[in-house]
Structures are given as structure tokens and as C-alpha cells.
């Protein structure tokens, strides 16, 4: 692995009290945090005391000196060096060169030697360049964040196009401004790009954080990364080529309940997360709420049954997702034990609602095609990606499950919300169901043209739309063969009104201002609505975000339907941050897979679809903060090098609809 090593340059005090005093000693340290969670290796140029208080153009010169000069550190041959080298403090300029300010640098006079000159910096990345390993060179970047640092970003830039003999250079500046003031900005800016990293992200290219950096802070900010490798990357050890899905609000707790197991059940953590790869695990499943009798069928079905198909349906928002999450979240013996040392969980369920690891492989189908769907069960089953010739994906894998001696049960969710529903239904999953050991469970709408606020209701006269279920084979109408049963979840209202109170009250979500009394209250009018679980969910989720709303408010907000309280959240959302609710646009634009945020590709989106807003990853973090309840964090895997990126999409099809509606309207109008 290719390592990174970080240089800081700067001094925290100046014996001239012409400078102005700056608060380099921050800088210095979010820099250097912001690098630590590469793991990167780092010096620092240090006073006679061995510390940056006092920090001399000598200083300086020696530390760069040292670091380009000798590695100070046993490195294997074959192993590129990246470095950082990070300068902060004031700038002097004669108007055509510049200089980085130090402890000893006089102000209003020709500071000669008494600071250190960008030409300098530029030598030793030229002298660097011509005596390393061409072959093998590692990536190079400069941090400029001093005043005027455009000009001293420009200096190093001509020096490198000087070097003719030399084209893979593999180096990137950046500066944070052309101004004559110290903003600051930069350590924030770059603290901004690396939070974005998540646990699905593999890394982040160098060029993208830079890019990234520069555009957060705005102005006169310049990246400069033309002679940048495509492939320079920077390593997120958090990262996994796994990870969970699940609703931006309650991915914290999950992620860190996840990152205490990996500490003391590496493997069995690994092995989880790539079976359950996209599964969406939040607290749908933990503030979940009746559904017993049919999570026992479920959980009988899987322990009695030798092959076939079991199709979990209901309403749209009538909780088969949470159902089935549950169900996977608990069939994990660690990850419950984690879950409730987290507290996040207030007991264990009952053993009659819990398999014992039932499940080879969870695919959440949100955006999958049938290729994509056929793919990921051939990685988890070991199938070879290149087939013989003549021999299409989808047969070799159904062939090696034929000859497999072990039983496999696969679950697949959201089978209406894939890109492929009828060819996923009946050229996979039926045939995968035939096999003997083989148990698929499906969890799907009946049919593609239910929504939480359209009326489904059939005329006297016509048989209700379950062509979804009739393309797994199977009918709601009549019984199934032995091995095959659909079982629909009806309306609960008693549940209802236990999830709404609980998730009002509960420690981790709710508020003091909600007491005993106004929560029964709240739970009371959730329940007579006679509306899915994702009414209550949403209606629950704007009653914690705005606590001190009156009795009449109240009552307006649970009047509405399902996009009617998306729409004030995103009235809400408005007021606060006018960014917000163009990015939760965008996504609806996704076509369920989302967008990710690395490569600026959710940014510049946004900014295209909404001409005159720009976007920089402070507003997408915000955004997230604020809107977490009605996003979904997720993963996408690209190659090459088997890269993974977070994605971010819109929690449930309804919110991308009342974009879709409202889009619409205006166009037709």
C-alpha cells in the first residue's frame, strides 16, 4: 500500500509585531487531523525547542530539506511515496514572487533570506522529481494557505513547466486565495471534503479533493492539478467495500456500533457486510412495531421449508422494508448484542421473532437491473464473472446452485423500485425458487401502479392489480403450491400508535417538550388516520424536528397526506438552508440509484438543474444534517481497482414523486 506523508510548515508566533496575529497553530491542526484519518505519516518544521512557536526561515529550509531529501523511515522498494506539504502564515510578496512569512521575517523591508521563498519549495519539488524513481513516483501536493498564495502557486507552477525532460511530474498545488488577507478557509474547506467520506467509500481521488477544496472556499481558490496521475488516490481505512444502507439520521449510531464490532469480530463483521450488502438497516427496525404473527410465519417458513419462495407484500409504506431489516438486523447475534450495549435497542425480541442467520446473500433491488441483480448473487455465491463461451451469466449461475450441496436462501427487496422488475420476477428468481435447497424471499408491492396517496381501490367489477406477484408465479387469489405462499401485511393501528408515542419518547429521538400525555395524544390522531407506517415515520419526523408547535398546528400537520408533509419539511427546509431542497431535487432525477458525492457529480447536478445556485460539499453536509430523515446513504461499486463510492437517494419513492408531480405542473404550465 502506498503511503502518505505529511510535512507542516508555519510558525504560531512572529518577533515582528508589524504581523498581524493568526491563529496558524488551528490551521496546522485540522490539517493535520484531516490527513491523520489517511493515516499519513507526519513532520513538522520545529523552533529550537523542538515546537512551532518560534518557527525560523532556517527552520523551514532545514525540515524541507529533510523531508524531500531523506525518507527518515524504512520504505520497501516497490513502494511509492505521496507527500503533502502543507504552508500556512502570512505571505510577503515583491509583487513577482512570494514568501512564506516566519518567525523571524521583518515586515515593511526587503525580507531576503528571513522567510522562506515559494522559489525554494519549487526547487525541492523539482529536485525531488529529477532524482526519484520515474517509474515508480508517487504523487506530490502543495498546500498554499497564505495570503496572496495564488501568486506563489502560480511561481511553482512555471517553474514545473520549465521541466521538459520530465512529463510525469505527478504533482498538485492549491492556494487559498489571491487575496492580501490570511481567510482561513482552507483547513475547513479540506475537513469538508474528506467528512464526506463514508464507510462505502473505498478513498477519494487527490484530484477530486482538491477540486472539492477550492470550490468550498470559493473566491479567488485555485486547485491547479492538470499534471495530477488520474489515479492518484488517497486510501478511507474506514472504508469497505460493503457497508449498510439505511436513512442518513440514524447511520451514526449504526456506524459506530459497526466500528466496535470490527474491533473485536473482524471477520464475522466482514462476512456480514457483504452478505448484507445494501440492505437498509435504521431505526425503522429498532422503534419497530407489531407485525409479530407475520414475522413468526416468515421466521417458520424459513426453518421448515426445503425450497421455494415466500413473497411479503402489503401497501406502499406498510413496513415490509422495516419488517424484513428487522429480521436481518437480528438474525446477527453480534450485531443485536451491539445494538443493545448501544442502548439503541431497549430489549432483545422475543426468540420466536429471530432466525438464526438465516440468509446467504440480502440484495436490496432499489435501481438494479437483472444484469446487476445476476452479478452480485454470482459474487456471493463464487460463480466465475466470465463464463464459458456460450454460456450466459444467469445460467452458470443457476448451474452451480443446481450442483451446490449446502442450501442457499437469498431475500431481495424492493422488487418494484428495480429497473427490472418483470425479468428479475420471472427469468431469476422463479427459477432460482425451483431449485432444490434454494428459498428465496421477496419483499415487493403487488403492483407497479400502487403509491402511498393513490387510490387503489378496483371497481366491483375488476380484480385487483397484482401483476407483480403474478410475475413471481404466484396469486393472492387462490392457494400456492407447497413451498410458495404470499402473505400481505394489513393495516395496524394499535402498532401505529405504539411506534408514533415510542419514537416521541425515546432518549435517542425525542424531545422533553413531548410528555407522556401529548405524546399519547400525537399517537392517538397518527393512528386514526388510518394511514401505513410511513405516515407515521414522516409525521413523526417533522413533530421532532419543530417540538414547539402549537394544538391547531399540530392537527394541520397530520391532516395532509403523505406528500403533503414532505412538502412543509421541505418548506422547512427552505427557510433554513436555500440549498436544501435543490439537492433533494436532484435526487429525485436518480432514478432510484441516487447520486454520489465524490467527483462533485451531486454538485454540479444540482447547478445545472437550478442555474444560479452553486454547491460545495459545506451545503451537501448541512443538507444531510438537516434532511437526514428523508435520505438514504447507500454504495455503488466501479471498477477498476473494485473502487466503492457512496451514493445518497431519496428514503422512499413518494418524495421522488411529489418532485416528479411538481415538475411536471410547472411544465405544464
Not at 170 to 195: D, K, M, Q, R, Y
Not at 515 to 523: G, K
Not at 530 to 546: C, H, M, N, Y
Request: hydrophobic content about 40%; overall charge negative; charged content about 25%.
Amino acid at each position: 500500500m502506498s503511503e502518505v506523508r505529511l510535512l507542516l510548515v508555519g510558525t504560531e508566533t512572529y518577533k515582528d509585531a508589524g504581523w498581524e496575529t493568526i491563529d496558524t497553530a488551528a490551521s496546522i491542526k485540522r490539517v493535520s487531523e484531516t490527513f491523520a484519518k489517511f493515516n499519513a505519516i507526519t513532520d513538522r518544521a520545529t523552533d529550537d525547542d523542538g515546537a512551532s512557536v518560534r518557527v525560523k526561515a532556517a527552520d523551514a529550509r532545514e525540515a524541507l530539506d529533510r523531508w524531500f531529501r531523506l525518507p527518515g523511515h524504512e520504505v520497501a522498494a516497490s513502494a511509492a511515496i505521496n507527500t503533502v506539504l502543507y504552508l500556512v502564515g502570512h505571505g510577503d510578496s515583491d509583487g513577482r514572487a512570494l514568501s512564506l512569512a516566519t518567525y523571524d521575517t521583518p515586515t515593511n523591508t526587503l525580507v531576503g533570506s528571513a522567510a522562506l521563498g515559494l522559489s525554494e519549495v519549487g526547487a525541492a519539488v523539482i529536485d525531488a522529481i529529477k532524482t526519484g524513481d520515474d517509474a515508480n513516483r508517487g504523487w506530490t501536493v502543495v498546500i498554499v494557505d497564505c495570503c496572496k498564495a495564488g501568486l506563489g502557486v502560480d511561481e511553482i507552477a512555471g517553474m514545473l513547466a520549465g521541466l521538459a525532460d520530465f512529463r510525469n511530474r505527478n504533482v498538485a498545488l492549491i492556494g487559498a486565495s489571491h487575496g492580501t488577507s490570511f481567510s482561513g478557509l482552507l483547513p475547513e474547506a479540506l475537513e469538508a471534503a474528506v467528512a464526506s467520506l463514508g464507510p462505502q467509500d473505498s478513498g477519494i481521488s487527490v484530484r477530486d479533493l482538491l477540486e472539492s477544496t477550492a470550490k468550498t472556499i470559493g473566491g479567488t481558490a485555485m486547485a491547479r492539478v492538470d499534471e495530477l496521475h488520474a489515479d492518484a488516490w488517497l486510501i478511507n481505512p474506514a472504508g469497505s467495500s460493503g457497508g449498510l444502507s439505511g436513512q442518513v439520521d440514524s447511520m451514526a449510531a449504526l456506524d459506530e456500533v459497526i466500528t466496535n464490532l470490527s474491533k473485536t469480530r473482524p471477520d464475522t463483521v466482514a462476512h456480514f457486510l457483504n452478505k448484507a450488502q445494501g440492505t437498509e438497516i435504521d431505526e425503522r427496525a429498532w422503534f419497530f412495531e407489531g407485525r409479530d404473527v407475520d414475522t413468526r410465519q416468515l421466521v417458520r417458513w424459513l426453518e421448515q421449508t426445503p425450497n421455494g419462495m415466500y413473497v411479503l407484500t402489503g401497501d406502499a409504506g406498510s413496513g415490509k422494508s422495516a419488517m424484513l431489516g428487522r429480521l436481518v438486523t437480528f438474525s446477527e447475534p453480534e450485531l443485536l448484542a451491539g445494538l443493545l450495549h448501544a442502548k439503541i435497542l431497549a430489549e432483545a425480541p422475543q426468540d420466536a421473532l429471530v432466525a438464526a442467520r438465516p440468509f446467504d446473500a440480502v440484495i436490496h433491488l432499489t435501481s438494479m437491473t437483472f444484469a446487476n441483480t445476476v452479478a452480485r448473487l454470482s459474487e456471493i455465491v463464487g460463480v466465475d464473472s466470465s463464463p464459458p463461451h456460450g454460456v450466459s451469466e444467469v445460467d452458470a449461475l443457476l448451474t452451480h446452485l443446481i450442483d451446490r450441496t449446502e442450501p442457499f436462501t437469498v431475500l431481495v427487496d424492493a422488487l418494484d423500485e428495480s429497473l427490472d422488475p418483470f425479468p428479475i420476477a420471472a427469468s431469476l428468481l422463479r427459477r432460482l425458487a425451483a431449485i432444490n435447497g434454494v428459498k428465496v424471499v421477496v419483499g415487493t408491492r403487488r403492483s407497479l401502479n400502487e403509491g402511498p396517496d393513490i387510490d387503489t381501490a378496483p371497481d366491483i367489477d375488476t380484480a385487483p392489480d397484482t401483476h407483480l406477484i403474478n410475475a413471481l408465479g404466484l396469486r393472492m387469489d387462490t392457494e400456492n403450491r407447497s413451498g410458495y405462499e404470499v402473505r400481505e401485511l394489513k393495516p395496524d393501528a394499535e402498532a401505529i400508535h405504539r411506534y408514533a408515542k415510542r419514537r416521541l419518547r425515546h432518549p435517542k429521538t425525542g424531545h422533553s417538550e413531548f410528555s407522556e400525555a401529548d405524546a399519547t395524544d400525537i399517537a392517538d390522531q397518527i393512528a386514526a388516520r388510518d394511514q401505513p407506517f410511513l405516515f407515521a415515520r414522516l409525521a413523526t419526523t417533522e413533530l421532532l424536528a419543530q417540538p414547539d408547535l402549537n394544538t391547531r398546528q399540530i392537527t394541520q400537520l397530520l391532516s395532509g397526506r403523505h406528500r403533503e408533509i414532505f412538502g412543509q419539511a421541505l418548506d422547512r427546509f427552505a427557510v433554513g438552508d436555500h440549498h436544501t431542497v435543490p439537492l433533494l431535487r436532484t435526487l429525485a432525477y436518480g432514478l432510484g440509484r441516487g447520486f454520489p458525492q465524490r467527483f462533485g457529480l451531486w454538485a454540479t447536478i444540482t447547478e445545472a438543474l437550478h442555474p444560479g445556485i452553486e454547491i460545495n460539499d459545506l451545503h451537501i453536509q448541512k443538507t444531510l444534517v438537516t434532511a437526514g430523515a428523508y435520505i438514504v446513504r447507500d454504495g455503488q461499486r466501479i471498477n477498476p481497482g473494485n473502487r466503492s463510492y457512496t451514493t445518497f437517494r431519496l428514503a422512499h419513492r413518494t418524495f421522488a414523486e411529489h418532485f416528479d408531480n411538481e415538475d411536471n405542473h410547472d411544465t405544464a404550465n
